[in-house]
């Protein structure tokens, strides 16, 4: 299975902006607190996901269920809790993403997987999450069948990330996420496949890194997007 991060000399920095949605609304403020997310996802409007498959450049394997969890810390503002995985993982190594991962038997559903896989990977006990309901379902180009479970964190949990999956936890503000003009577009063409992706590049303004959010995780804050602001 050869992903675009396994392709010889890829860099997902260095590839050309195509585009930059620049030309769409962001969600407002008011829609961006709690309460006006509960209400969203208890009363959900007619609205369509962007992405909901990712090309790969050969034949995937058996397609496997997972979960994530896009947490939604309440600070001042809503932030949005992500880990960069560590480099010698096998899938997604060194990449941005949300706490996740595959299903178990015992889960229960996606929200069992979300939350448990979180609690495993960064230490945030279900404990101090009010799930809220789940995005569309995300087939990655590793053959992964995501859920995207949406929660709220109240603020005061300790994390305790795992260091053999996770390198870096930190947390973006979502009214930033949710501005298209910060959502750029990529492409990579190969074995006359077409690939095309999102990124969301942020420098923390406190330490100065630079995370570069892009794949699966930017089209599934992409999807959360077309939902925020339908």
């Known amino acids: 299975m050869t ?14 902006v195509l585009a930059v949605d620049d030309h769409l609304p962001a969600v407002p403020a008011q829609a961006l607190a709690p309460q006006a997310l509960r209400q969203r996802f208890a009363a959900p409007p007619s609205w369509q996901a962007e992405i ?13 269920d997972a979960a994530v969890l896009v947490a939604l810390v309440l600070r001042d503002e809503p932030m949005v809790l992500l880990t960069e995985r560590t480099a010698h993982l096998s899938n997604h190594s060194g990449q941005v993403a949300f706490p ?22 960064v230490g945030l006990d279900p404990h101090w999450v009010e799930v809220l309901g789940q995005l569309p379902l995300y087939t990655t180009g590793s053959a992964f069948m995501v859920t995207p479970v949406v929660g709220l964190v109240a603020p005061g949990f300790q994390l305790r990330p795992n260091a053999y999956e996770v390198a870096d936890v930190f947390e973006v503000p979502l009214s930033y996420l949710m501005n298209p003009a910060h959502h750029r577009r990529h492409a990579y063409e190969g074995d006359g496949i077409r690939r095309e992706w999102f990124s969301m590049p942020y420098r923390n303004p406190v330490t100065g890194k630079e995370h570069f959010i892009w794949g699966a995780t930017a089209g599934m804050l992409r999807n959360f997007y077309r939902f925020l602001s339908a």
């Open 3 to 16: 992903l675009l991060s396994q392709l010889p000399n890829f860099d997902p920095r260095q590839m050309p």
């Open 52 to 64: 909901l498959r990712e090309r790969s450049f050969v034949e995937p394997r058996e397609p496997a």
């Open 100 to 121: 996740g991962g595959r299903a178990d038997e015992g889960d229960g559903g996606p929200a069992g997987t979300a939350l448990r896989e979180a609690q495993e990977e």
